[in-house]
């Protein structure tokens, strides 16, 4: 049975190299590197953080794999059933604060009833279930009153992504932004770290539908608090040994535990076996379920959802349909994730009032004065404008 090490070195593990990837500059990189001993002089490998966003289709199932695969969700049905993830962790690996999950919803039903200071993940809601810097900034004053209470500074690593605002005022935490579209290279979660917490994850859903196959009962789906207790046991199983080798990939200097090209396969027996179980070996169990199932690899799986946005992004297309997604009714924070989202908002082509002669030159003048992000009033005028054609309720500036 080949390993799933051997089935990363296949077919389909390297088809697709991000936009990212292929603009990064390697000046920068370099010029990057040959600043980190300088950057890192003054704290150790213990004091020395990363913090990264990730996105989770947490409800995902192998069989689902080719319906998800390459989403980036920035709207539509699949939204709701995705969660962003903050990750950090220290270099050395012997701290990693429990994920800040941000979720869609601020009360699932399924989360009614709990005290949500007993969930083993920090959980927060934000209406495309995105970073933003409402969550962010508080995050990171909470991390920099910790160190302060324990009497210890660090350096803070984030890329520049519009959600990691400049923060003021913080004592015992130095943040420094990573170079522009060079993530891919240089920020140690993107080295191994959040593949190893996907990977990990999403072997414990398909124990949990093997379960129910192998006992010839219905799969039942997770709802998110069944997500948060997954992810996080997903997160506490990553090891020091892969944290520390993919700070050392990034190029911080520091002692590697053990050499090697790529520190998601050096871990191979740790990073991705649990009780004997790799995922590789689930997969197949899952085929000779479910036929449909082989015609994917399960590395496709595992990160089904690498694409993710995670937090906003101004293009001129993203803005306006911001814009028409601030038009619509909401829906009530509390409604549950997985409850039928057939009547999820109002089809604005539904509504008696707009046709395509009133409403085409609102939308035109909307996206003109989004793609002017910076310029506020001509925001409030166009949606002002725009809700008019809607016949919907004037939206009241900040």
């Given amino acids: 049975m080949d390993s799933w090490i051997d089935s990363r070195k296949g077919k389909g593990s390297r088809d697709k190299t991000s936009a990212e990837e292929k603009s990064v500059d390697r000046d920068i990189v370099h010029a990057w590197c040959e600043r980190l001993p300088d950057i890192c002089r003054n704290y150790t490998p213990r004091d020395r953080y990363n913090a990264d966003e990730t996105g989770f ?54 989360l009614r009833n709990t005290n949500m200071d007993l969930l083993p993940v920090e959980y927060k809601s934000q209406r495309n279930a995105w970073m933003d810097n409402t969550l962010y900034e508080p995050w990171l004053r909470e991390i920099d009153r910790q160190m302060k209470g324990a009497k210890r500074n660090i350096l803070l690593i984030v890329d520049n992504c519009t959600a990691h605002v400049t923060v003021n005022g913080l004592t015992n935490t130095k943040v420094i932004f990573l170079p522009p579209n060079c993530t891919s290279k240089l920020q140690p979660a993107d080295q191994g770290i959040i593949k190893n917490l996907k990977v990990r994850y999403r072997q414990t859903m398909v124990r949990r539908m093997l379960q129910c196959l192998d006992e010839r009962k219905a799969v039942e789906s997770i709802n998110i608090k ?25 190029g911080f200097p520091g002692e590697v535990v053990e050499p090697s090209d790529d520190p998601f396969e050096s871990d191979d027996e740790e990073a991705v076996v649990e009780d004997n179980d790799s995922l590789e070996s689930l997969w197949e169990r899952v085929g000779s379920h479910c036929p449909s199932v082989r015609n994917v690899n399960c590395q496709e799986f595992a990160l089904l959802d690498h694409e993710l946005v995670t937090c906003k992004q101004m293009r001129e297309a993203e803005a306006t349909e911001e814009a028409l997604d601030v038009a619509r009714p909401k829906k009530e924070e509390s409604q549950d994730e997985n409850e039928d989202s057939e009547n999820e908002g109002c089809s604005i082509m539904n509504r008696e009032k707009v046709t395509a002669p009133r409403l085409l030159p609102q939308y035109d003048y909307c996206a003109t004065s989004l793609s002017a992000a910076t310029q506020q009033d001509a925001y409030a005028v166009s949606m002002e404008d725009f809700c008019s054609a809607l016949d919907l309720p004037r939206l009241e500036s900040n």
């Avoid at 962003?84 to 979720?103: E, F, H, R, Y």
């Avoid at 069944?226 to 990034?250: E, H, P, Q």
């Fill in 226 to 250: 069944d997500a948060l207790f997954m992810m996080a046991k997903a997160w506490d199983s990553v090891s020091t040994k892969t944290i520390a080798n993919c700070w050392k990939k990034a």
């Fill in 57 to 110: 289709f947490w409800k995902a199932t192998p069989v689902q794999t080719l319906s998800y695969k390459g989403e980036k969700c920035r709207g539509g049905k699949k939204s709701k059933d995705r969660v962003t993830a903050m990750v950090a962790c220290n270099q050395d690996g012997s701290d990693k604060p429990p994920l800040l999950v941000i979720g869609k919803y601020a009360r699932p039903r399924c």
